[in-house]
T-cell receptor
Framework: GAVVSQHPSRVICKSGTSVKIECRSL??????MFWYRQFPKQSLMLMAT?????????EQGVEKDKFLINHASLTLSTLTVTSAHPEDSSFYIC??????????FGPGTRLTVL | RKEVEQDPGPFNVPEGATVAFNCTYS??????FFWYRQDCRKEPKLLMS???SGNEDGRFTAQLNRASQYISLLIRDSKLSDSATYLC??????????FGAGTILRVKS
């Protein structure tokens, strides 16, 4: 199946710093990528849809100025959590859309903000 | 009402048992349906798509009832390695995936 990578897999940072997470589709081109967040014992929640070459579409309640998304190429999307705070600690997962509306997920990034 | 609802479980079953999970969705315009599996602290992995005619993949059988907006997953001859959280996922408008909160399965020897 298609492969999606994420980097870093785990990050611990101090409150107020910014963290960038990369999502790459390794063996296919993805015009659309998605960013999700999952808090403990909860379901994945879609944060935003990232479209190559255009602005991301954010879900209701997600601050676009806090979660900056850049999708500059067909294989790379980045999510930057700006001025991170402890409540931003979560499991961030990206996915890339392949054929037949199937989404392939990256391994996730576990963010801990102290 | 949640867009996708699942019984959270946990379902504790012995090896070899048959277990069924149910899921309902609220948006009648939903277009495609999936079951994903998620292991602890890992990303979801696609288990199978779900079609109106029903489909089977080895020990796994999925069913969709559009009239009732109901999806099911049947696992036969459960293995220890089947222990995971099973996510019911609905694709709305061809783009957005909506995830259920998941059903926990624990298979014990």
């Amino acid at each position: 199946g298609a492969v999606v990578s994420q980097h870093p897999s785990r990050v611990i940072c101090k409150s107020g710093t910014s963290v960038k997470i990369e999502c790459r589709s390794l063996d296919f081109q993805a015009t659309t990528m998605f960013w999700y967040r999952q808090f403990p014992k909860q379901s994945l929640m879609l944060m935003a849809t990232s479209n190559e070459g255009s602005k991301a579409t954010y879900e209701q309640g997600v601050e676009k100025d806090k979660f900056l998304i850049n999708h500059a190429s067909l294989t790379l999307s980045t999510l930057t959590v700006t001025s991170a705070h402890p409540e931003d600690s979560s499991f961030y997962i990206c996915s890339a859309r392949g054929s037949a509306d199937t989404q392939y997920f990256g391994p996730g990034t576990r963010l801990t903000v102290l | 009402r949640k867009e996708v609802e699942q019984d959270p479980g946990p379902f504790n079953v012995p090896e070899g048992a048959t277990v069924a999970f149910n899921c309902t969705y609220s948006n009648s315009a939903s277009q495609s349906f999936f079951w994903y599996r998620q292991d602890c602290r890992k990303e979801p992995k696609l288990l199978m798509s779900v079609y109106s005619s029903g489909n089977e993949d080895g020990r796994f059988t999925a069913q969709l009832n559009r009239a009732s907006q109901y999806i099911s997953l049947l696992i036969r001859d459960s293995k220890l390695s089947d222990s995971a959280t099973y996510l019911c996922v609905v694709n709305q408008n061809g783009n957005k995936l909506v995830f259920g909160a998941g059903t926990i399965l624990r298979v014990k020897s």
